[in-house]
């Protein structure tokens, strides 16, 4: 790819038009090659070539629709700090294992600082959530502490990465 680079990995290199082209798949995974090309300045075939390889390279992953919670009645979004008793790497395996097919944890990072963990859950009410914690967070061994916060409202959210340096 021609023109400015932009290297954000050692394998992969995107020039301004394959970043805008991204920029536009971001926002509406759902646009024709033929709408991105006009707003990238590009015929369809190379703009069709720029998308696969973007594809290819792995640099897009999958594209997903992307659900209103609230039209579906999914109200409360908590921010779960969890420490665990022990930080070893079999602790950490437990762990994520227990978590990883609850429906209701959208996110989880390992962090660093004062919690081990940080989950974003999403459920439709607080007796949902009790239930959540009381039967499955708090009967994983490794688990010494959690700690809850209620997100009162949403103020931003993208699923866009930032693309420009």
Known sequence: MAGNKHKYTEEVELDDVTIRILDCLQQNAEMSVAEIAEIVGLSQTPCWRRVNELKNSGV??????IADPEKLGLLVNVFVHVTL???????????????????????????????????R????????YQQLLTSCLTKIPTV???RSSFALSRVKYTTALPLRT
């Open 121 to 128: 859950v999403v459920v439709r009410d607080l007796r949902e």
């Open 85 to 119: 008793t022990k930080q070893t790497e079999e602790a950490l395996h437990q762990f994520e294992a227990a978590i990883s097919d609850l429906p209701e944890i959208m996110e989880c990072y390992l962090m660093s600082g004062e919690a081990d963990y940080m989950l």
């Open 144 to 146: 010494s502490s959690i």
């Open 60 to 65: 897009i992953t999958k594209s997903v629709a």
